[in-house]
């Protein structure tokens, strides 16, 4: 049986618009429409697209619709099946942007997120309080600490290079400290 590319479009584009809360929930709905309904995969093809979903990058419903879709119709039924899935989230997203920049042009919803944003500052300075006391405590935290900041500050180097390195020397720190209580 050859699945057509616009029932196969269409079947995903059900599933992309059904499928509120993520990837998980998309396993049960096709389970439903693509094994018991129309047939065209078995659980274990389902099962195994699930798997190799999880196990590489990107969104899981995306993953599974593209493996699907490609058992079925080959590369072609791939894109139709990811362009299916993607339909919905995408035509949302674009829909909810345009009502969020049509209110952020009204004053009242600009004093709202002003608000918002000092309540934002208070609630990451009281975190960062919070964590201040149980990560920065010793000399080797200090050392991490000071180091990251005046690299970011004064060098403007990566986040991304600083807490990497900041793992490197915590990792040395804490094996250095393991050793030295077996001396």
Not at 69 to 75: A, H, I, S, W
Not at 92 to 118: H, M, N
Request: charged residues 15%; positive net charge; aromatic residues 10%.
């Amino acid at each position: 049986m050859k699945v057509s590319l616009k029932d196969l479009y269409i079947e995903f584009l059900l599933l992309g618009i059904q499928m509120l809360g993520g990837g998980y929930v998309l396993i049960p709905l096709m389970q439903k429409n693509l094994i018991e309904k129309r047939m065209w995969i078995t659980q274990e093809e389902l099962t195994d697209f699930y798997a190799l979903s999880q196990s590489i990058p990107g969104i899981i419903a995306a993953n599974i619709s593209t493996f699907a879709g490609y058992k079925l119709r080959g590369k072609t039924g791939a894109l139709i099946a990811l362009t299916g899935i993607i339909t919905s989230p995408v035509i949302s997203i674009l829909l909810i942007a345009t009502v969020i920049d049509l209110l952020l042009k009204i004053s009242y919803i600009q004093s709202i997120f002003w608000g918002v944003g000092i309540a934002v500052i208070i609630l990451i300075f009281l975190s960062i309080k919070e964590m201040w006391k149980h990560s920065v405590n010793d000399i080797p935290t200090w050392i991490i600490f000071l180091t990251a900041c005046g690299l970011s500050l004064f060098l403007k180097i990566s986040p991304v290079y600083i807490i990497i390195g900041s793992m490197i020397f915590g990792i040395i720190v804490k094996f250095i400290e393991k050793r030295c209580k077996k001396c």
